[in-house]
């Protein structure tokens, strides 16, 4: 069975520094992979997305992700957070018709 | 138009209440998908539609009853709800193309609180 696990459930860090969000996943076939954030009372906004193709992904507001099959991870990372990233990250599979969610990552940036 | 649209974004209904949660895209899609969200805690599925026929039903009450009236258009009808039931519903839609999935766009939910 397919499952993504985020290891972190929540992550302090200072305004300006750098953050790595972990997430692992378990499958033995091929995936896509997804980075959500939500703000809170809102919906879920994609940050990215691995398909196939380059390791390293970019995404918006300054994130990036890198695929590492031989490690199955799939580790969130902006070199400079800003006190607006503070928010909850979800991590996500997909490798059917079903988009399956890690437990969440609460980011809280502090000035 | 790259969006997801639910109405209403907030609900208050007693459990003898029969209410429906409207989602709507323009973007093509063929898939759409009902989560349920509650507070700290990730989104789990309850449906999933595929051009228009229901595919997936994660083991959801009859109290929920799904409805995809075209290819734009998801409805959740709700009745006879439980105060547990609270939670942020989620509409989500996707391209899919073979085994392909380009990636979920979801709306901005609608918090539905029952009395």
């Known amino acids: 069975a397919q499952s993504v696990t985020q290891l972190d459930s929540q992550v302090p860090v200072f305004e300006e520094a750098p953050v790595e969000l972990r997430c692992n996943y378990s499958?033995?076939?091929?995936?896509?992979l997804f980075w959500y954030v939500q703000y809170p009372n809102q919906g879920l906004q994609l940050l990215l997305k691995?398909?196939?193709?380059?390791?390293l992904v970019k995404g918006i507001n300054g994130f990036e992700a890198e695929f590492n099959k031989s490690q199955t991870s799939f580790h969130l990372r902006k070199p400079s957070v800003h006190i607006s990233d503070t928010a909850e990250y979800f991590c996500?599979?997909?490798?059917?018709?079903?988009?399956?969610f890690g437990t969440g990552t609460r980011l809280q940036v502090f000035p | 138009d790259t969006e997801v649209t639910q109405t209403p974004k907030h609900l208050v209904m007693g459990m003898t209440n029969k209410k429906s949660l409207k989602c709507e895209q323009h973007?093509?899609?063929?898939?759409m998908y009902w989560y349920k969200q509650k507070a700290k805690k990730p989104p789990e599925l309850m449906f999933v539609?595929?051009?228009?026929?229901?595919?997936i039903n994660e083991s959801v009450p009859s109290r929920f009853s799904p409805e995809c009236p075209n290819s734009s258009l998801l409805n959740l009808h709700l009745h006879a709800l439980q105060p547990e039931d609270s939670a942020l519903y989620l509409c989500?839609?996707?391209?899919?193309?073979?085994?392909?999935?380009?990636?979920?766009?979801f709306g901005s939910g609608t918090r539905l609180t029952v009395v």
């Open positions: 989500a839609s996707s391209h899919t193309e073979g085994q392909a999935n380009y990636g979920y766009t």
């Open positions: 499958s033995s076939v091929s995936v896509y």
């Open positions: 691995y398909l196939s193709g380059s390791t």
């Open positions: 996500a599979a997909d490798n059917t018709d079903k988009l399956i």
């Open positions: 973007m093509g899609h063929r898939a």
């Open positions: 539609y595929s051009y228009e026929k229901l595919s």
